[in-house]
């Protein structure tokens, strides 16, 4: 698929940043989640993965991968759990994203907001780190069920890294979701296969995801901001969250990087690609 047939169907730049400026406003006034993947974390300059693929990487120079493993973060993450422990799995996780990530102005903007809910994608604890001025606001996260001899797909967590409750959550002005764990504060993370396999076999039945969160996506619209869409299991974790809100959804997005798949994902479920630099738009968003 060329660029020339590609550029057809995305807005020019000035009305990308008009939209842009609309979105802010619908973010101040709480209509739109935000959901953010590790792209915002980049705009750090942190020193943890960025991407899967350097996840896998990091893994490829702790343990000898065999070859179906490399470059895949989920493959590599259950080679270690099966031929090693999940305690190792746990420990590279921990030591991959232990470097503190710096929360960017967009960070503390959306902080800054009563926003009712913040999905958040990466294992980066920056988020919680722009959060940390408020006490009206909470944390929940996927959680594996490997080992841990229990029925539980997530866990609560307030702002002051306590466990809390489900009673707790539906307070919480702001939730913070990590669909996928976090670092902090208890490093629970879903980075197997088998972790994913447990989840995605009831993810369309929505089991796994916490009822506060189904609530709160109610009626609001969801804007994309530092993701990739070009795995089946990203896709589908994009796709369930935001289940049952109220389209059309936004994505910012490289026209370089873009697969057809994305393409087809953003079609299928209305979601509106704005074909601006990440930062550029994260300037907008502070700023309009």
Known sequence: ?????????????????????????????????????????????????????????????????????????????????????????????????????????????????????????WYDGAFRAALETRDDWGEIQGNTRAG??????????????????????????????????GVQPAKNFLISDADYVEVLTEIDIQTPIPDVVKNRRAERSFLFLGCRFHDQMLRTYARQISKRSAAPHYAVVDRDQMTANERRFFASEGIVPIALPLARVCDLLVTA
């Open 148 to 181: 841990v001899g229990e029925d539980r797909w997530y866990r609560f967590y307030d702002a002051k890294e306590n466990e809390a409750s489900r009673d707790d959550a539906e307070g919480w002005k702001t939730i913070l979701y990590k669909p996928h764990g």
């Open 1 to 121: 698929m060329n660029a020339a047939i590609l550029d057809q169907d995305l807005m020019p730049p000035q009305e990308a940043e008009k939209l842009v400026a609309t979105l802010s406003g619908r973010l101040r006034a709480g209509e739109i989640i935000p959901y953010v993947g590790p792209g915002l974390a980049a705009l750090s300059t942190p020193s943890v993965p960025l991407t899967p693929e350097d996840l896998a990487a990091f893994f490829g120079t702790k343990v000898a991968l065999p070859r179906r493993a490399k470059g895949n973060a989920w493959a590599a993450g259950q080679h270690i759990e099966s031929f090693k422990h999940r305690s190792t799995v746990t420990a590279l996780m921990a030591e991959a994203f232990s470097a503190p990530v710096a929360p960017t102005p967009l960070h503390a903007f959306l902080a800054s907001l009563p926003l009712p809910l913040i999905v958040d994608t």
